[in-house]
């Protein structure tokens, strides 16, 4: 499903080149559950920009799902991240202004949806994850899982092949963490690619494999022994 080889990226600051992510390589395969793990400030966000076709790498390549993505248009980057990839952020992301069912429903609306299926498809997958009483809530009158329980509903309003969580615990309480863990578990067993960004290595745990970055390089990763690496030589 995703496969990096050699990527790095790097930042002008001062005149000087300053790297984010260094020589970075590994493959996560369709319907792997994995987890991207370090302190602040170690990359992982960078890559998981990256990976979500948010940013480009300044050197090495990255193909999803086949394809390499590592110098597409904006235009077909923006295609790519509607049709393959469901976000989910610490910070929710969601419209203040428009309710929980408008703001699952508009991803649908604007890739040209007819109304109706707009709202039925996202009351479906908002009543699924408990939010059956929350429709018409704005953001601001639900708690923060029930926020983030909105969020992922509308990672997954187009269906998509692969979930970038990035840090979807941090801003939460244990009971809501334990919620939406529960979530994206549900999410890996209907066959979903999830890739899992954290810095707490208790959240990493809930994956199947984990990849650790340290100073902007990967340095251990459970599912291959890092030493052996053709591309860690």
């Known amino acids: 499903m995703l496969e990096v080889r050699h990527l790095s990226r790097s930042y002008e600051m001062n005149g000087q080149s300053v790297f984010a992510l260094r020589d970075v390589s590994f493959s996560i395969a369709r319907g792997e559950y994995a987890a991207i793990v370090g302190p602040s400030g ?3 966000s960078t890559l998981m920009h990256i990976l979500g076709c948010l940013d480009s790498p300044s050197s090495g390549s990255y193909r999803l799902d086949g394809r390499d993505v590592s110098s597409l248009s904006e235009d077909a980057l923006a295609r790519v991240r509607g049709e393959t990839i469901g976000f989910v952020f610490q ?6 202004r428009m309710s929980a069912l408008e703001n699952v429903s508009l991803p649908l609306l604007l890739c040209g949806t007819p109304v109706r299926e707009c709202q039925a498809r996202a009351a479906a997958l908002l009543k699924r994850f408990g939010l059956e009483d929350r429709l018409h809530h704005r953001p601001s009158q639900l708690s923060g899982g029930q926020q983030q329980r909105v969020a992922i509903a509308l990672a997954l309003c187009r269906d998509p092949a692969l979930l970038l969580a990035d840090e979807p615990t941090g801003a939460l309480d244990p009971a809501a963490t334990r919620e939406v ?3 994206l578990d549900e999410m890996h067993r209907e066959g979903r690619t999830v890739l899992l960004i954290t810095h707490d290595r208790h ?3 809930r994956a199947d494999r984990q990849l650790r970055i340290e100073k902007g390089c990967l340095v251990q990763d459970s599912g291959q022994n890092l030493a ?3 591309y860690n030589m």
């Open 42 to 44: 170690s990359g992982k």
């Open 91 to 96: 910070s929710f992301h969601l419209i203040p």
């Open 181 to 183: 863990l529960s979530l």
């Open 203 to 205: 959240v990493a745990e």
């Open 228 to 230: 052996e690496s053709p």
